[in-house]
């Protein structure tokens, strides 16, 4: 039950955080996979960008960010197969020709090769129900009027769900674990919003939200929200 509401939910969280058997454990692949992607490198931000405009259609991106010289290998030796890579890809590619069928998405532009930080993908929406229908269409379901959405832009407002207590409920029942807190505690969850006038109030007002103006930054370490004690969510007033 929980994982049926999740692939509705959270439809691109639930792709990412597809399971392959290794040694007999499951783990959770999103994470370390990452961390052979690039090159095991010690800080990981995996960064979503969405920027909102006056006439409420928007655009969303999402790519990653590399800082520091560490080394993981030790951390995951044995946990890979030699085609970890190219699972990845191919999930990527699927969720992009997803995205090119869908009624209000634009300007798809990606980047699945190079080095280390080049990764990106980013698209236009033309509203938020465009944006949460694509969003349900990766996950292979079809949103409806009782479906929750990612997020919802008003007049003067924007809000964004909160993705830890199902992260969370989903891990606990498909029993997915770490081997390593090194690895969760050195990768981060960085949302950044632009909005197109002055910020007036944000919530949850703490510590993890930043506001500039026309812009708020959440910054999470992925421990915080596997442990639940992270509020991703976000409303905004400008």
Not at 41 to 62: F, K, Q
Request: proline residues 3%; aromatic residues 12%.
């Amino acid at each position: 039950m929980i994982l049926n509401y999740m692939k509705r939910r959270f439809p691109i969280l639930v792709h990412i955080l597809r399971i392959k058997e290794l040694k007999k454990t499951k783990f959770l692949t999103f994470v370390q996979l990452l961390a052979v992607f690039f090159l095991f490198t010690s800080c990981i931000d995996i960064v979503e960008e969405m920027t909102i405009h006056s006439d409420r259609s928007g655009s969303l991106a999402y790519r990653i960010e590399i800082s520091g010289a560490g080394n993981f290998l030790s951390e995951l030796t044995g946990m890979f197969s030699a085609s970890v890579e190219d699972q990845i890809k191919v999930e990527a590619n699927q969720f992009i020709q997803i995205l090119k069928t869908q009624d209000g998405i634009t300007n798809l532009q990606y980047n699945l090769t190079g080095g280390p930080g080049t990764y990106f993908l980013e698209f236009d929406f033309k509203d938020h129900e465009s944006l949460n229908n694509s969003l349900y269409a990766i996950g292979g379901a079809k949103k409806t009027m009782f479906s929750p959405g990612y997020i919802k832009i008003g007049k003067s407002k924007f809000k964004k769900l909160n993705f830890t207590p199902w992260l969370n409920r989903y891990l606990k029942q498909e029993e997915i674990e770490f081997q390593s807190p090194f690895i969760t505690d050195n990768i981060a969850f960085v949302s950044v919003v632009n909005v197109p006038e002055d910020i007036s109030g944000t919530k949850p007002a703490d510590k993890n939200v930043y506001g500039f103006l026309r812009k708020t930054r959440q910054e999470f370490r992925l421990s915080d929200i596997l442990e639940g004690e992270s509020n991703t969510s976000l409303k905004i007033r400008y």
